[in-house]
C-alpha cells in the first residue's frame, strides 16, 4: 500500500532570523536528528516517548506549524501523497499558498488542548460549519454530515451540543468535537498531537476508540504523538520510538511491546503497572531526557542506560539493526540483539 506520509532524515533547530540565518550569530539548537517514518493509509502510527524528546515539533514541521521565522526545516524530507496515483508532494519545500490548501482539508491537527483549540465565544455549530467554508454544497448537506458525524462520535443530545458555547461541555465532549471536525473534511492523514493529555483515564479510552473507529471508517490515516505506551499497546498499528531528538525503535506494535530491542523502549514498557500490586516495584528510568544543548553525538541514551559500555559513550552513531525473522522492527543500539 501506497504510503501517505514519509518523513525522512528531517531534522529541525531553532535559533533563526527572519532571512533564514542564524540570529545574533549564534548556531542554531538542532532539537530533532535526522528522523524518519512512513505512514499507510488507514494506518495508526503512534510516535511515543518521554517529554522533550521532540515528537510535537516532529509532527508540527510536517505541517510547519512550528513558531516562525526562529524554527526551520535544515534537513530532510515531509513527502506527502494525496492519492494512490498522485505523485508524492515535499511539505517541507512547497510554497506557504499551497501548503494552506492542504493544512485542514487534505492533512487535519487534534490537539493537546481542546479548550485553547476551540473559539470560546463562538457555538460549536458555526465553528463545525467553518470548515465547509470552500466547499460548494448547501448549507443543509453541511449539517446532514455534522449530525451524522456527531452521532458516530457517540453524542446522544446533538442539538444541544450544537447550540453549546465550549465552556458547557466537558472535556471528553470537546475532544470528540475536535475529532468530528478534524474529520469532516475527509482528511488523508490525522495529527494527534497528545489528545488525551487533559483528560481522565476512562475519558482518554472513550476518545481514543472514537478516534480509531471513525478513522477506520473513512481509511484515514492517524499519527498519534504520546508518552503512553499503554495507549501506543492499545490502538496501534506501528510504532516509533523517539529519544533525545532521534528515532530509537520501530516496528509492528506487538513485536515492539513483546520483543523490545532497545533499552529505552524497554524501560518504557517497565514502567508501566499491569496492576495495583505492582505500584511499589514498578521500575522508572534515572534522569532525564537532555536539552537539546546537551545532545551527545553517539548514543544519546548512554547516560541512563544501565547496560552502556564505553563504546556507547563514545562519538559513534548507534548502529541500525533488525529483529530476527523481522522485516520492519529494527533499532539503533550497539548491543547485539
Given at each position: 500500500?501506497k ?40 494506518e ?117 451540543v450544537l ?25 488523508r ?62 516496528g ?55 547496560r ?30
Amino acid at each position: 500500500m501506497k504510503s501517505v506520509l514519509q518523513v525522512e532524515n528531517l531534522s529541525v533547530a531553532f535559533g533563526f532570523d527572519k532571512n533564514g540565518t542564524p540570529r545574533d550569530g549564534k548556531t542554531p539548537l538542532q532539537v530533532t536528528d535526522k528522523v524518519s517514518f512512513e505512514i499507510a493509509a488507514g494506518e495508526f502510527f503512534a510516535l511515543v516517548g518521554e517529554s522533550g524528546c521532540g515528537k510535537s515539533v516532529t509532527a508540527m514541521s510536517i505541517l510547519r506549524l512550528l513558531p516562525w521565522p526562529s524554527a526551520k526545516i535544515v534537513e530532510g524530507s515531509v513527502l506527502y501523497c494525496a492519492g494512490e496515483d498522485a505523485s508524492p508532494i515535499d511539505l517541507a519545500k512547497l510554497p506557504l499558498a499551497d501548503l494552506q490548501k492542504i493544512r485542514g482539508s487534505e492533512i487535519a491537527c487534534i490537539f493537546q488542548e481542546p479548550m485553547q483549540a476551540l473559539n470560546p465565544v463562538v457555538t460549536i455549530k458555526k465553528q463545525l460549519l467553518e470548515v465547509f467554508k470552500f466547499c460548494n454544497r448547501s448549507k443543509s448537506d453541511f449539517m446532514t454530515v455534522i449530525r451524522e458525524q456527531l452521532t458516530l462520535a457517540g453524542f446522544k443530545d446533538i442539538d444541544r451540543v450544537l447550540n453549546s458555547y465550549p465552556h458547557e461541555l466537558s472535556g471528553g465532549m470537546l475532544q470528540r468535537v475536535c475529532i468530528v471536525m478534524a474529520l469532516l473534511s475527509k482528511p488523508r492523514l490525522i495529527i494527534a498531537d497528545e489528545p488525551t493529555t487533559a483528560l481522565d483515564v476512562t475519558v482518554q479510552a472513550q476518545v481514543l476508540a472514537v478516534l480509531k473507529d471513525m478513522a477506520n471508517r473513512t481509511g484515514t490515516a492517524v499519527l498519534l504523538i504520546t508518552h503512553n505506551m499503554g495507549i501506543v499497546s492499545q490502538y496501534a498499528d506501528r510504532v516509533a520510538v523517539m529519544y533525545a531528538g532521534r528515532i530509537v525503535e520501530t516496528g509492528d506494535v506487538r513485536d515492539v511491546i513483546d520483543n523490545p530491542m532497545h533499552p529505552y523502549t524497554q524501560g518504557l514498557l517497565a514502567a508501566i503497572p499491569e496492576n495495583h500490586s505492582d505500584m511499589r516495584t514498578m521500575k522508572s528510568i534515572p534522569g532525564s531526557v537532555p536539552h537539546p544543548r546537551d545532545f551527545a553525538k553517539g548514543c544519546r541514551f548512554a547516560a541512563r542506560c544501565e547496560r552502556c559500555t564505553e563504546q556507547c559513550r563514545s562519538d559513534e552513531l548507534p548502529p541500525k539493526q533488525k529483529a530476527p525473522g523481522s522485516t520492519n522492527h529494527e533499532a539503533n543500539c550497539f548491543m547485539e540483539i
